[in-house]
């Protein structure tokens, strides 16, 4: 009986040392919806509670690419279907589903498609291409306020951001790896509004004129505490990218384009990630 006892506790310990592995998701979060996510879970449990789930337990940087990061303590074997959720403020993705008989699992989203791997050094990740939207407002803030609202006026015109402030900007997005804040800017394509810019309505002062717009065109502008500059329209490639090009394994080539394993002396291409280049060794 006393043998049978301690061979009971014995697996009974076994068994919960076994079910409390730790599994980590991984998010590197692409999408324009913010820092304020939560990760929800259905399958076989709620991992993370009801919805919308649970808000990162840490961010981490692994090469170079930020991760939001939530740990599971147990639940091994368990099939999950994780969801990216805006902390339900109407704005959700769906992981891959995964079984939890792992350490680690890696995804990369931008809030429509989806990437999984398994190596985050590498992550060489391409999403559909951005979008821009016709007749918004592109603001690289600069100005280190907590918040940006911007009010357009044309004379004889209505007012085309709305009543003084104007529209707060509080999406953003990110283009060409830069991140705009964004604002609505309907019009006729024609008319041409003065902009103000400002803190809580112009609290403290903080206020200013600065560039004029044409409603109706998407225009990016970078606005710094007391000045509001146009800005090119950037370079939109084909798909937002994670590419660690100072983690790529450097291939070298002859001239004539044949592969070298080992480069002695003479002149190389080098190809690293997506970069070329010519080098004398």
Same mark, same amino acid.
Request: with cysteine; proline share 4%.
């Given at each position: 009986?006393?043998?049978?006892?301690?061979?009971? $506790?014995?697996?009974?310990?076994?068994?919960?040392?076994?079910?409390?592995?730790?599994?980590?998701?991984?998010?590197?979060? $692409?999408?324009?919806?913010?820092?304020?996510?939560?990760?929800?879970?259905?399958?076989?449990?709620?991992?993370?509670?009801?919805?919308?789930?649970?808000?990162?337990?840490?961010?981490?940087?692994?090469?170079?690419?930020?991760?939001?990061?939530?740990?599971?303590?147990?639940?091994?074997?368990?099939?999950?279907?994780?969801?990216?959720?805006?902390?339900?403020?109407?704005?959700?993705?769906?992981?891959?589903?995964?079984?939890?008989?792992?350490?680690?699992?890696?995804?990369?989203?931008?809030?429509?498609?989806?990437?999984?791997?398994?190596?985050?050094?590498?992550?060489?990740?391409?999403?559909?291409?951005?979008? $821009?939207?016709?007749?918004? $407002?592109?603001?690289?803030?600069?100005?280190?306020?907590?918040?940006?609202?911007?009010?357009?006026?044309?004379?004889?015109?209505?007012?085309?951001?709305?009543?003084?402030?104007?529209?707060?900007?509080?999406?953003?997005?990110?283009?060409?790896?830069?991140?705009?804040?964004? !604002?609505?800017?309907?019009?006729?394509? !024609?008319?041409?509004?003065?902009?103000?810019?400002?803190?809580?309505?112009?609290?403290?002062?903080?206020?200013?004129?600065?560039?004029?717009?044409?409603?109706?065109?998407?225009?990016?502008?970078?606005?710094?505490?007391?000045?509001?500059?146009?800005?090119?329209?950037?370079?939109?490639?084909?798909?937002?990218? !994670?590419?660690?090009?100072?983690?790529?394994?450097?291939?070298?080539?002859?001239?004539?384009?044949?592969?070298?394993?080992?480069?002695?002396?003479?002149?190389?291409?080098?190809?690293?990630?997506?970069?070329?280049?010519? !080098?004398?060794?």
């Amino acid at each position: 009986m006393k043998k049978s006892l301690l061979l009971s $506790l014995a697996l009974g310990a076994m068994a919960m040392t076994a079910s409390a592995a730790t599994h980590n998701i991984y998010v590197a979060n $692409l999408t324009d919806w913010g820092s304020d996510v939560a990760l929800y879970s259905w399958g076989d449990s709620e991992i993370f509670g009801g919805w919308p789930g649970a808000t990162p337990d840490a961010q981490e940087t692994i090469s170079g690419v930020k991760y939001d990061k939530w740990v599971i303590d147990g639940h091994d074997g368990e099939v999950a279907h994780p969801i990216l959720n805006n902390n339900n403020n109407n704005k959700q993705v769906d992981l891959n589903m995964i079984t939890l008989d792992e350490e680690n699992y890696y995804f990369a989203t931008n809030g429509e498609s989806v990437n999984q791997y398994s190596d985050p050094s590498k992550p060489e990740t391409t999403f559909e291409k951005i979008e $821009l939207q016709e007749g918004w $407002l592109y603001l690289l803030d600069k100005t280190g306020w907590d918040n940006l609202a911007v009010y357009g006026w044309a004379t004889g015109k209505p007012e085309a951001l709305g009543g003084w402030p104007g529209t707060e900007a509080t999406e953003s997005v990110t283009v060409a790896d830069q991140t705009y804040k964004k !604002v609505p800017f309907n019009g006729d394509g !024609v008319t041409s509004y003065n902009l103000i810019f400002s803190h809580d309505g112009g609290g403290e002062g903080k206020q200013f004129d600065g560039c004029a717009a044409v409603a109706g065109q998407t225009t990016f502008i970078e606005v710094t505490a007391t000045t509001a500059t146009i800005l090119p329209t950037p370079d939109i490639e084909s798909g937002v990218k !994670v590419v660690m090009e100072e983690n790529a394994e450097a291939e070298y080539y002859t001239l004539q384009g044949v592969r070298v394993a080992a480069p002695e002396t003479g002149i190389y291409i080098v190809r690293k990630g997506s970069k070329v280049s010519k !080098v004398v060794m």
